[in-house]
């Protein structure tokens, strides 16, 4: 332990920049805002296992791939990557070039090792679970006695994972890549995997990403240097200081030309965009979906799919969404994020007599439906209630907490509810885990029709296929409403004034592409 930790000494104290508060006259600086702290710079050992973490250990450490708002991918740790054994693996080809910040080339063993490490039973990672995916772990992601665990460097540089069912590289790499980190386990032979988490090597993180550990205030601020050798190239900017301020700071200093940028990617609220242009902000306009919007249905209580699909008629979601989003935002009759992948013919329409004629044939007798929904959206409930009304529907607004709201809707508490969520680039980002035996939460009679296209879909690597079963799931869905559709809306993003090349919209995946940024001259 004593020879690790000063090794790790020897590395901070070897970063040029380490000791040196940063000065915009001497350094380039990049100056970073954050509303919340990480809670650690151990990037399987969060115990909130926020995005705020996320954000940050993606610039210490790499992950195999680059993930675009869209769904598209781009290499990072891996150069290339092909499905194997049947879909049941998938082969990663590691970029040659990479290493970590003392120089050792990253290789497949390391991979290989982290992943070992982390899914030991004796390790107490906090993050395990993401590795439960992999074949030879159990349901929280520990390997399992006696079985081979699914991570293996078939050589030098490439790494094999092998899953519990077959899963194409797109899938998993959409799913966990934000959540799989090559750790340095050079630095960690012999180490008893029950005190590898006490190491003083998370207070000086090696890693592997673009940038490199200088200091840290924790909980305050964090001062990162780039990384010169990294191998997609360097950071155009000589120091990121990353700084917690409150929400309600982040615009204003911006704007002050305090900050330079804020996560995640530098969202802005319709409100303020007339406040940021006033101030000479740039406000643009996301292109890719950051928020689905749903009306949880209980099923059980709502029994008649006619009687569903007749509330779903009966809405104006676009006044719904015009109410929320500001403009900022498209109805929708399917939970397939807009812009990725994946399409639907299905399209949305207000019908109101439609609506009555299928509350007579589900044999609607006028009973009252509660409708939860938290503070915030009160006003959108009132609208819904209107709505609703003009098609003899009656309904009760009930205003709870979010937590309520969703044990509620678990409990069967309530009739409907409104949610809404962090959409993905996978079709069954929204329906693979609510149509489970243990999270029906729209308390659907027989879950086989949906559980069995989902393990289709999962199962089919063939694109025209897939898109087949979708077309499918999504029509099975629109027969039975077990919950509805309403929206998907858009961000807004301040434009940096004085960073260039920033990749706004991906950062809702937690990665941002910080080795193509660079500083604005003067």
Partial sequence: MKKLTVLLLCLVLALPLAACAPSRDATAVVRYGLSNAWDTLMPYNSPSGSNYTRIVCDKLYDRLAYVHADGTLDPRNAAAWESADGGMAVLFFLDEGAAFHD???VTAQHWADTIALMTDPDC????RSVFNVLAGTDEAGAALPGEALGAEAVDTYTLKLTFKTPTTPEDFLLDRNREFYVLPTHLLEGTDPAEVLELPLWQAPVGSGPLTFVEEIPGSQLTLAANPNYQLGRPGFDLLV???MDKS???PSLIAGDLDYYAFGGNLAADDRQTAEAGGITVLEGTVPNSFYELMLNNERISSSAVRRAIDLALDKQALCLHTAQGLGEPTA????PGTAYTSSLTWSRDVEGAMALLEEGGYDGRTYSLACTANRSGLAALMQQQLAQAGITTTIE????AALFSGMAEGTYDMAIASHTPGALPLWFTESRFSPGNNIFHVADLTPYTGLISQIK??????ARQALVDELQALLARERPFLPLWFGRTLHAQ???VDNIDYPSSSFSNENVWEWTLQAG
């Fill in 103 to 105: 120089g050792t080339p």
């Fill in 124 to 127: 107490p990672a906090l993050g």
């Fill in 242 to 244: 990353i700084t917690v």
């Fill in 249 to 251: 700071n982040l615009l």
């Fill in 334 to 337: 399917t939970d397939l994020t």
């Fill in 399 to 402: 205003t709870v907490d979010s």
């Fill in 459 to 464: 199962a089919a690597s063939d694109s025209g």
């Fill in 496 to 498: 940096s004034p004085t």
